[in-house]
């Protein structure tokens, strides 16, 4: 009994003494609750009144390039366009054009530049326009996001394989509290088998050689004994040497990790224009970035005397030339060659832009797919879909091309390396076949380094 008491005693003491100190934890705890700020995530911080207009964008190669516009409230101004997400802000170079507070914006006028999709963080940023409002004496910034009011939707990059590794970009349209978001989310992912880095196109087929000429000693020209090539002389075709440089071309590009398609591996293969991993799909089947075809010239004379030589690069329209220079550079250097002294079509020294002329339009099958703002070259055409303005929608005997409509698309580049009837030029593309593509790939290297 005794014991007893003396128990109750101490409850009555320290029953009490814990009542108090939970009483104290909570109110604590209750006091911590109540008093955050809860942080306010990026997406919080935009203005949901405003936002800008997407009304166009495209990838071509490794850029993408987007226009809009927005009209910014009274007392802003300044817009930016921005990747950001709060922590990071990538500041994307924009042209803008102001009409009052009324604004439309582009981030480039060449197809090849924007954003560099290679560069960018492993983090979720979204597309939006940072402006100053101006109040008083006070700058406050503020974040506006865009809608999607352009003909495209959700799509994806795979970066360029480096060390093995490869960052996926979706790009995400969404709301947040009603408000429209395009989410830009990279993240490093495993390289799906079906995508590529660069895509390598050897000029012809089996069924095609491309140009031929025959090299022979002036002392065995002998007309009555011609069989393709006179007896005692060389036969060179273009498929041949287009494929060696390729070969040479891939096997360099591969050892430094890049993943290349190829359309074909051989001689006697025969390479489809428009079937699937055809001459003009393999490129975008394969979602590479950039796509080279490789071919080789010849003036028509034949014997090996003619006076056209040296390297012709042809490019796509509108697009800035840092590649296209490296490439010249680098080849000429490496291959101990020149640029080409043909005038026509050049834009640069060595670098070639060839359009389609009224004459050939009128000449033409279906001359409502052509125009005298289209490259002439349907690897070039077709392969950069909308940047390059294609039409096939399977308008001629051909099928139709899927990509021709595509606003994400490989970069190409159609080189025509020398020519095969310059005795100069010919033993070099025999003898240098580590030159061309060794400049080849480190132009590529160079661009890519440089590239902001
Ligand atoms: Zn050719």
């Avoid at 609750?33 to 495209?58: C, D, Q, S, V």
């Avoid at 402006?131 to 795979?158: F, T």
């Amino acid at each position: 009994m005794k014991k007893r008491r003396k128990m109750k005693k101490e409850l009555k003491i320290i029953l009490p003494l814990l009542i108090t100190l939970a009483l104290i934890i909570i109110a604590f705890i209750g006091f911590k609750l109540l008093n955050k700020e809860p942080e306010k995530t990026f997406l919080e911080k935009i203005e949901m009144e405003t936002y800008a207009h997407i009304t166009n964008y495209a990838i071509y190669g490794i850029h993408m390039n987007i226009e809009g516009n927005i009209t910014l409230p009274e007392n802003t101004e300044n817009p930016k366009l921005m990747l950001a997400n709060g922590q990071t802000e990538i500041e994307i170079p924009c042209i803008l054009n102001q009409n009052g507070n009324e604004y439309t914006f582009n981030t480039s006028n060449f197809i090849n530049e924007g954003i560099n999709l290679e560069n960018l963080p492993q983090e979720e940023l979204y597309l939006v326009i940072k402006a100053e409002e101006k109040e008083e004496n006070k700058i406050i910034e503020k974040y506006y996001s865009v809608e999607n009011h352009s003909k495209y939707n959700n799509m994806e990059y795979y970066t360029l394989t480096k060390e093995n590794k490869n960052n996926k970009i979706d790009m995400e349209w969404n709301t947040y509290e009603e408000c429209p978001t395009w989410r830009f989310n990279i993240k490093e992912v495993k390289l799906p088998s079906t995508v590529y880095d660069i895509t390598i196109d050897p000029g012809h087929d089996g069924t095609d050689p491309g140009k031929v000429i025959c090299l022979l000693p002036n002392e065995i020209y002998d007309p009555s004994n011609y069989d393709g090539c006179y007896k005692g002389g060389i036969k060179i075709e273009e498929r041949e040497v287009n494929l060696n440089i390729s070969l040479a071309l891939k096997e360099k590009l591969e050892n430094l990790g890049y993943k290349v398609a190829i359309t074909r591996e051989d001689n006697e293969s025969r390479v489809e224009i428009y079937e699937p991993m055809g001459s003009a799909t393999m490129a975008n089947d394969t979602h590479s970035k950039f796509s080279f075809a490789i071919h080789n010239n010849s003036s028509g004379i034949e014997g090996g005397d003619a006076e056209s030589k040296g390297i012709e690069l042809y490019v796509a329209n509108d697009t800035n030339f840092d590649f296209a220079q490296n490439l010249i550079k680098e080849i000429t250097e490496k291959a101990n060659t020149t640029t080409s002294n043909k005038n026509q079509h050049r834009v640069e020294n060595g670098i070639y832009q060839r359009f389609f002329t009224q004459e050939e339009i009128d000449q033409d099958d279906y001359p409502e797919t052509k125009s005298t703002n289209l490259i002439y070259y349907y690897y070039i055409r077709e392969v950069g879909g909308v940047s390059t303005h294609a039409i096939n929608n399977g308008y001629s005997e051909y099928r139709k091309n899927d990509h021709y409509n595509s606003n994400n698309t490989a970069e190409p580049y159609l080189f025509e390396l020398g020519y095969i009837d310059n005795l100069v030029d010919v033993n070099n593309l025999k003898n240098n076949i580590d030159g061309y593509a060794e400049g080849i790939v480190s132009a590529l290297q160079n661009y890519l380094a440089n590239e902001k």
